[in-house]
């Protein structure tokens, strides 16, 4: 059984990336002859920061939208950390992950409630809160730059800017239902179909209402499928958690992979 996904579009797993880039933009070095106020000059360098095509605005962004996007960041680097312990959790603490909000946590805890557990219903309430813990973030971050940022999610694939086309299509049309879908076990697009929401005007207070009563109903479901399962569910993770871990552990080790090459190769297109 996989986690119900944690980070909701994997373009957003860039957004770290940008965040270190940003900060990490060294200082001009003082020479000889040059003024070091003059390097800080607009103009002086040719492009200031803010104007990297991958960011969702090309002017002087305002507290509120470096707020957003540093959440955006945040959201993003727990996707990456949670998709590497999500494994090893669902084998040794699957109360915890389907309290983060994990559907195949949340199956598992209501297989534990057949054998006599008593912490689902506290699972419950916190799972309801676990799934749409980031949510408000991509609805704030639709409602501040819209299309922008679709259109940056979306990057230079044809494949993205057709499913997400889709998707903001699907959100535009039906909003209620948009809300709803996103707390199925589905592949969604989930970033853009909440950016778009608030792009559209969704009311944070409607915003809200529908996704706690849609995140409650359905982790209440899932509860159910696992109580219904029952017991065989838990002899597999019985079985098998111990190795879980090891799974946890190449997932890293890929992730780190992934991510030096993807450095290495900016780097070097920089460089060319």
Do not use: H
């Not at 992950?97 to 949340?106: E, F, I, M, T």
């Amino acid at each position: 059984m996989s986690g119900r996904r944690q980070s909701p579009c994997p373009a957003l797993i860039q957004v770290t990336g940008r965040l270190a880039r940003v900060s990490d933009t060294p200082r001009p070095e003082p020479d000889a002859g040059v003024d070091p106020d003059a390097a800080e000059q607009p103009g002086a360098t040719g492009q200031e920061w803010w104007q990297d095509p991958s960011l969702p605005w090309q002017r002087k962004p305002t507290r509120a939208e470096i707020a957003c996007f540093t959440w955006l960041g945040v959201a993003a680097a727990y996707g990456v950390v949670i998709s590497i312990l999500r494994p090893g959790l669902l084998g040794s603490a699957p109360l915890v992950l389907a309290s983060l909000g994990s559907w195949s946590g949340v199956v598992l805890t209501g297989a534990l409630a057949q054998g006599g557990d008593p912490w689902w219903p506290l699972v419950w309430v916190l799972a309801t809160v676990g799934f749409l813990k980031f949510d408000w973030i991509y609805w704030w971050a639709g409602k501040l730059w819209g299309r922008s940022l679709i259109e940056i999610w979306s990057g230079k694939s044809e494949r993205a800017r057709r499913w997400n086309a889709r998707a903001e299509r699907f959100a535009r049309k039906y909003e209620t239902l948009a809300l709803i879908v996103n707390f199925l076990p589905i592949p969604l697009p989930r970033a853009v179909i909440l950016a778009v929401l608030g792009e559209a005007g969704t009311t944070l207070k409607k915003f809200l209402t529908v996704s706690v009563i849609s995140s409650f109903i359905t982790t209440g479901g899932y509860l159910a499928i696992g109580y219904w399962i029952g017991q065989p569910a838990v002899a597999v993770m019985d079985t098998y958690g111990r190795y879980l871990w090891y799974v946890s552990l190449a997932i890293l080790v890929v992730v780190v992979w992934q991510s030096w090459r993807a450095s290495a190769s900016r780097t070097k297109a920089e460089a060319g």
